[in-house]
C-alpha cells in the first residue's frame, strides 16, 4: 500500500511530533524534574507511526520500556505523557507507573512492561481474547532485539500460530540491547523469519523508512483482521541516543562513532522531511508552521506537568487490591 | 476435594461465558489429576485450552487475556513449574492495579497442585505459599476440604485480583465431604475457626489441617485440655482479627505448616501475633514445620513432613511451657 501525499504529510507530522517531544524531554532531563528514567526513542519514530496508522481505537498495543513513541502514535494523551514524566497526579498512570508503563486505555494502549519480552504474552493473550469473543481487532506487540533473546518470545509467537492469532510481533531491531550488539547475542537472524509463510508472515524491512514500515504493517495488520493469523515484521534500525537518558556517548567506549554518524545520515525525520520538501509536497513555510504548533502543544504540556500536583501520601498504599 | 473444585469450575464456565481453563493437558487428558474433567467434554476447545509445555507464556497469555476482559483459569502442573512463571506474577499481575492507580487489573486464578502427597521428590511435593503471599496485590489461598475447595474456588474466579489457588494435593482424594446444592461462595482473606476452644490455638491451613485435627483430639483423649483450630484458608490477605481473637483468648498458639520452617507463612502469622496479642501470650508461640532443606526422596519423606506425632509434641511443649 502506498501513501497518499495528504496521508505522508499527516504521519511526518507525527513523527514530527514524536521527535520534538523526544528532543524537548532530552533537553529539559538535567534539570531533574523528571523524576523517571527515560528511554528515548529518538531516530525509530517511524516505527511507531508507521505500525499505529492502520490501527483503532479497538486495537491494541503492547509496548515495552522505550515506550513514549508507541504511546503517543497510538493516541495517548501528550499532557499525560509529560505529567506522568514528572510524576504528578494528572499523569497517564496518575503519577504512578513512570515512563516504562504508560496506558491510554481510551486509545487501546493497553501498557507497557518494564520487564523485557514481559508485553510479548501478554499482547498474545490480548490477541487470543479478541479471537474468543469474536471481536475483528487486532494486537500489536512491540518487542526489542534484547526481549528477542528471551525465550518467552518463541513460547508467545508458537502460540499465536497455533490458534492463528489476531497478532502483529513488530520487531524493532535496533542494533543494541544496553551496550551489546545483536550480533554479539544472537547466532543468526530471528529465527521465526524460517517459519513457513501459512504459519506466519514475515518480513523484514528498512525500520527508518516510514514507507517501508506503513507498507508491511498494512499488509499484516490487514492479515490479521481477516483472520489470517499472527504476522512479524522485523524493522532494522537504530537508537541513536544512549540506552537511558540524554545525549550520546561519541567516546568509542562500545561503539564506533562513524557508525552513529551512518545512522545519523539516515534519520527517518530528516529523511521523510526533505524527501517532502523535495517534491514540493511540503514548503519550508508549511513546515515551520506545522513545528510551531507541535512545539505551542509541547510547551503546554511542560506547562501543565510542572503545574500539576503530586500524588497524595496518603494515595500510596491504596489499589494493591481492587478498592469497590 | 478433586471433585469439589472441579463442581466451582463447572459451574462458574456456566455462569459467565468469560471464564475459561487453560494448561498442560487440561483440556482432552482432563489434567493430571483430573481437576479439569468434563470441562472439555461440555465446553469445548476453545475455552478450554490445552497449552503448548511453557509456563511463562502461559500465565503471560493469561495475563493478556484478563486485561482484555477474559477471566482465565490458568493451571500449572505441579506448583514446582510455577517459577518458570514466576516473572509475570511479579512483573504484572501484582502490580497492574496499583502501577495505573486502579484502571486496570488482572482478575485471573493460577492454580496449582502443590505439597506432599504423591510420594515424589523436590518439585513435586514441596510448598511455596509464602513466596507468592510475598508478592503485594496477590491473593494466596489454600483449600482443606472439598466443600471449601468449591467455595474458594468460586470466590477465586469472581474476585477482581489475581488470586494464587493452591491445592493441597495430599488431600485431593483424601476424604469425602457433602457439599450444598447451591453454590457457595467464601470471602477470600477469612479464616474458619474449625473447633473452639480456650486453651491453645492451633492455626494449620491445607493438608496439615487433617494431621493437626488428629493430633488435637490425642492430646485431648490424653488430657483435659481444651484446644482451639483455625483453618488459615487464605494465605494472603490473612485474618489477623480471627488469629488475634483467638490467641487473645487462649494465651498460647502453635502454627503448623508443611513448608519449611524459615521464612514462612508460619513466621508471618506469629509476627502478627506480636503486633496484636503479645500481651496476652503465656508462652512463646510455637511452630511445627518441615527442615529448612528440599523435599527429599520419597523413603525419607515422612521424616522431613510434620507428622501427626510431631504436631503433638508441639502442642504439649506449649501447654506446659
Ligand atoms: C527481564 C529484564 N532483563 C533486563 C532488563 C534491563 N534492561 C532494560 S532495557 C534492556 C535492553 C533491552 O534491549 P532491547 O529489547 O533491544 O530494547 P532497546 O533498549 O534496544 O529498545 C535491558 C537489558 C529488564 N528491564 N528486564
Ligand atoms: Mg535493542
Known sequence: ?324 | MVQGINLALHEEMQRDPKVLVMGQDVGVNEGVFRVTAGLHAKFGETRVIDTPLAESGILGTAVGMALAGLRPVAEMQFSGFSYLALGHLEGHCSRYRARTHGALSVPLVLRMPYGGGVRALEHHSESREAMFAHLPGIKVVIPSGPRNARALMTAAIQDPDTVVFMEPKHSYRAFREDVPEEPELMDIGKAHVVQEGSELTVITWGAMLRKTLEAVSEVQAKREASVEVIDLLSISPMDTKTIAKSVRKTGRCVVVQEAPRSFGTASEVIARINDTALMYLEAPVGRVASFDIVTPYFAREQNYFPGVEDIRRGMIKTLDY
Not at chain 1, 246 to 263: C, F, L, N, Q
Open chain 1, 1 to 324: 500500500m502506498t501513501l497518499s501525499s495528504a496521508r505522508r504529510i499527516e504521519l511526518f507530522r507525527r513523527m514530527l511530533r514524536l521527535r520534538n517531544v523526544e528532543l524537548r524531554i532530552e533537553s529539559l532531563y538535567h534539570e531533574d524534574r523528571m523524576k523517571t528514567p527515560v528511554h528515548l526513542c529518538i531516530g525509530q519514530e517511524a516505527i511507531s507511526v508507521g505500525v499505529c496508522a492502520h490501527l483503532t481505537n479497538d486495537d491494541s498495543v503492547s509496548s515495552n520500556h522505550r515506550s513514549h513513541g508507541h504511546y503517543l502514535a497510538k493516541g495517548g494523551g501528550l499532557n499525560e505523557l509529560i505529567a506522568e514524566l514528572h510524576c504528578k497526579e494528572s499523569g497517564c498512570t496518575k503519577g504512578r507507573g513512570g515512563s516504562m508503563h504508560l496506558v491510554d486505555t481510551a486509545v487501546g494502549h493497553m501498557g507497557s512492561s518494564s520487564i523485557v519480552g514481559g508485553g510479548v504474552p501478554i499482547g498474545t493473550g490480548m490477541a487470543m481474547a479478541y479471537k474468543m469473543r469474536g471481536l475483528a481487532r487486532v494486537s500489536v506487540v512491540f518487542f526489542g532485539d534484547g526481549a528477542a533473546d528471551e525465550g518467552v518470545l518463541y513460547e508467545s509467537v508458537n502460540f499465536a500460530m497455533l490458534k492463528r492469532l489476531p497478532v502483529v510481533y513488530i520487531y524493532e531491531n535496533n542494533g543494541y540491547s544496553v551496550c551489546t550488539t545483536t550480533r554479539e547475542r544472537q547466532a543468526q537472524e530471528l529465527i521465526f523469519h524460517q517459519v513457513l509463510p501459512n504459519k506466519m508472515w514475515t518480513q523484514t524491512v528498512d525500520g527508518n523508512s516510514l514507507d517501508a514500515v506503513n507498507a508491511a504493517a498494512a499488509t499484516a495488520i490487514a492479515l490479521a483482521r481477516s483472520g489470517g493469523g499472527p504476522s512479524l515484521i522485523e524493522c532494522k534500525t537504530y537508537r541513536v541516543r544512549e540506552h537511558a537518558g540524554s545525549g550520546v556517548d561519541r567516546t568509542g567506549k562500545y561503539r564506533d562513532p562513524a557508525e552513529i554518524e551512518r545512522w545519523e545520515t539516515h534519520d527517518p525525520v530528516h529523511g521523510l522531511r526533505a524527501d517532502l520538501l523535495a517534491r514540493g509536497l511540503l514548503d519550508q513555510k508549511g513546515l515551520e508552521a506545522m513545528e510551531a504548533a507541535i512545539e505551542a502543544e509541547i510547551d503546554e504540556a511542560f506547562r501543565a506537568a510542572v503545574k500539576s500536583p503530586l500524588p497524595l501520601d496518603e494515595d500510596l498504599t491504596r489499589y494493591v487490591y481492587c478498592e469497590d
